[in-house]
């Protein structure tokens, strides 16, 4: 199965409300990275946090790793429509390769 | 800058032909992935380069898949002969530091195959 793979498939909330994704992989890691995809188009990175880090923010996202656990979580607070989308995380390992999982989508409704 | 460019956006063709994917990367990056994404099977790498060569092609699926980097603005995957099973949307993406140099990687727009 893939090294990375996310929980809940699919979400649903208000906007405003907070969106949280969780991450889990098998193997040691350099690094993990959350990707976002909107329908048709590209995945876009948005954060990076590497295996020596704990937490990471970045404008309304915060990332945590803990890697006893091997396991990774996306926060977006304050979710807005146009955070709508699915939102991947990724894997790299020291030889340098990434490994995505299957993603979760996101619905926030107006 | 563009952005990482491939081509075409869309193909159609039928069971058997050969079919050929193009990805010019951002200047100036020095390894460049493809990636395969289905619903059944999520996104997949299928190979990645570093400074034009290859460096793991163990996603590759079969034989019917290659994928060549000849020069640093250019590479290409192709699959011949092609089959209905290989529809999907491939994505390059390229990486601007060197082999183990972790960052992000930036994604083109993807070429949706559909092979009837």
């Known amino acids: 199965s893939q090294q990375g793979e996310e929980d809940p498939q699919a979400l649903s909330i208000q906007e405003g409300e907070n969106a949280t994704m969780n991450c889990s992989y098998k193997?040691?890691?350099?690094?993990l990275q959350w990707y976002r995809q909107n329908s048709g188009r590209g995945l876009v990175h948005l954060i990076l946090i590497r295996s020596n880090e704990r937490e990471k923010h970045s404008g309304r996202l915060r990332v945590t790793l803990d890697t006893s656990k091997k396991s990774s979580s996306l926060l977006i607070t304050a979710s807005r429509a146009a955070d709508t989308a699915s939102y991947f995380c990724?894997?790299?390992?020291?030889?340098?390769?990434?490994?995505f999982g299957d993603g979760t989508t996101l619905t926030v409704k107006p | 800058d563009a952005g990482v460019i491939q081509s075409p956006r869309h193909e159609v063709t039928e069971m058997g032909q050969e079919v050929t994917l193009r990805c010019k990367p951002i200047s100036g990056h020095n390894s460049l992935f493809w990636y395969r994404q289905t619903m059944m099977r999520g996104l997949e790498l299928l190979i990645y380069f570093n400074n034009n060569v290859p460096i793991d092609d163990s996603g590759m699926p079969e034989d019917r898949f290659s994928a060549k980097m000849p020069n640093a603005s250019f590479s290409t995957l192709k699959i011949q002969p092609s089959e209905p099973r290989d529809s999907a949307v491939y994505f390059c993406a390229s990486n601007p530091t060197a082999f183990r140099s972790y960052n992000e990687q930036f994604f083109g727009p993807g070429t949706r195959l559909t092979v009837l």
């Open positions: 990724a894997t790299q390992t020291n030889a340098g390769k990434s490994t």
């Open positions: 193997t040691s890691i350099n690094n």
